[in-house]
């Protein structure tokens, strides 16, 4: 299993799920059939185990499953783990619970627009890992994905460029095709509900004031000068300007976004402003998360924010190094640790001949096992896609690194012990139809 639980305690005999009877809410009901898992066994909620603890009893008197609500559905990939092709459950005493409340994948999805279907496999598959937060990092320099009824440009226009780079950034080469799509809030209340109906949640990133150029090429107003949806990977000196307008604007963005999303934090970015002063940056977080904490949310950022003087109550991402998340802890903030050396699984995994073309390198799968985050609020394992303009791609980078860093967020054994178990994990995911890359 994988990850680990805190505790398994196995016992000789099998238990056959197939036409036992199912006695719980209708949710869990309704996801073991979602998943073609028996739906059988008694299941119930309680507090004894946290929201996300559960335990599983498998034994001659049946199945009984009680944990927290969420816990329940954890208990459930659990289940999917362990059960064979036949409905057969080995007797077993599982109790389990994560070490950390935040345990994300960021899925960049401006880059490339990636289809709908493979972002709910996205979900399903972080379901599997015990993942509980999908960070959807919706709009970049080089696209708008996030549909806005009152700005309809956003994706008339931003949600397209002309063409893509293709081999390096660095070898200013170009494909000559164009590229583009974007996101309808139908479709992503569907893929918020299909989630939640798993244990994850997604939080929403409109990235700002850097990375706008495609909001800048589709209202022109917002920049300094006219400008079009970027062709190439890297960072960029467009940025918005401090105009009332231009805040208002993005304003009226974020009442709609949190009309889809309804998880408190909204990711606002503030990453990689070359062009514009830290304390600039600051003044922009604080104009909107005055305007998010009027209706009940909260705001995350990346952790360029620790340089200038950043407003109160932020969740921090630290990605620069591992010592960002701490140091935004000692700062009193709440910090999800991300950082680049260990959870930044665009990077190749190896010097392999049959590794696709990386922005970076390299992270072992060892490497992403020994991270220790320390007392931080989370962790998260990001896949940003200008080298993945595929889900194939995306998955190859994603597994197995994926899956360790679910292990580090939950409650790690050791890297030995995880390699053993690996290989069947493997096989589980390759009868899902997951293109992992092999060990």
């Known amino acids: 299993m994988i990850p680990l639980p805190s505790q398994v305690i196995p016992d000789a005999g099998t238990l056959r799920l197939t036409g036992q009877p199912f006695v719980g809410p209708q ?5 073991l059939a979602e998943l073609g898992l028996p739906v059988a066994g008694i299941w119930s909620v309680t507090s004894l185990h946290g929201e996300e603890g559960y335990r599983i009893r498998a034994g001659a008197d049946g199945l009984t499953v009680d944990g927290g609500e969420t816990g329940l559905k954890w208990a459930v990939q659990t289940l999917r783990q362990l059960l064979g092709d036949g409905g057969e459950l080995s ?8 070490r950390y409340a935040w345990r994300g994948s960021l899925l960049d999805v401006a880059r490339w627009h990636l289809p709908i279907e493979f972002l709910h496999r996205y979900v399903d598959l972080m379901a599997l890992h015990k993942l509980n937060r999908l960070h959807l990092h919706l709009t970049d320099d080089q696209g708008w994905r996030f549909e806005v009824r009152r700005y309809p440009r956003l994706t008339e226009v931003g949600a397209f460029r002309k063409e893509s780079m293709k081999g390096h950034f660095f070898d200013e080469k170009f494909d000559g095709r164009p590229h583009g799509g974007f996101y ?3 479709q992503l209340r569907g893929l918020v509900a299909y989630a939640k109906r798993r244990g994850v949640e997604i939080m929403p990133e409109i990235d700002l004031p850097g990375h706008t150029q495609a909001a800048i090429a589709a209202y022109p107003s917002l920049g300094s000068e006219p400008t079009e ?28 976004v949190i009309e889809v999303f309804p998880f408190e934090h909204v990711h606002l970015g503030g990453d990689e402003v070359r062009s514009m002063e830290d304390h ?13 904490g009027d209706r009940g949310r909260k705001v995350a950022v990346w952790d360029e924010l620790l340089d200038s003087d950043p407003p109160k109550d932020l969740l921090f991402f630290g990605w620069r ?3 960002k998340a701490p140091a935004a802890r000692e700062a009193g903030f709440e910090a999800v640790s991300c950082p680049q050396e260990h959870a930044y699984f665009d990077w190749a995994e ?3 001949d049959d590794e696709p073309l990386a922005i970076a390198g390299y992270i072992p799968l060892e490497q992403a096992y020994a991270f220790e985050p320390g007392d931080v609020t989370g962790v998260q394992g990001n896949l940003w896609t200008e080298y993945l303009p595929t889900p194939e791609l995306v998955e190859w980078r994603a597994y197995p690194r994926l899956a360790a860093l679910a292990e580090v967020g939950w409650g790690k054994a050791d890297f030995p012990d995880f390699s053993e178990r690996l290989p069947s994990h493997l096989e ?12």
């Open 27 to 31: 949710p869990i009901g309704d996801l």
């Open 91 to 98: 007797y077993v005493d599982i109790t389990d619970a994560p």
């Open 184 to 186: 309808t809030q139908e």
């Open 229 to 256: 949806v970027s062709t190439r990977w890297g960072i960029h000196d467009i940025v918005l300007n401090t105009a009332p307008e231009t805040v208002d604007f993005f304003k009226h963005v974020l009442d709609e």
């Open 280 to 292: 600039v940056v600051g003044w922009w977080i604080g104009q909107l998360q005055q305007h998010l």
């Open 321 to 323: 190094d591992v010592t």
């Open 350 to 352: 190896s010097d392999r």
């Open 428 to 439: 589980l995911l390759r009868k899902l139809g997951v293109n992992f890359r092999p060990i």
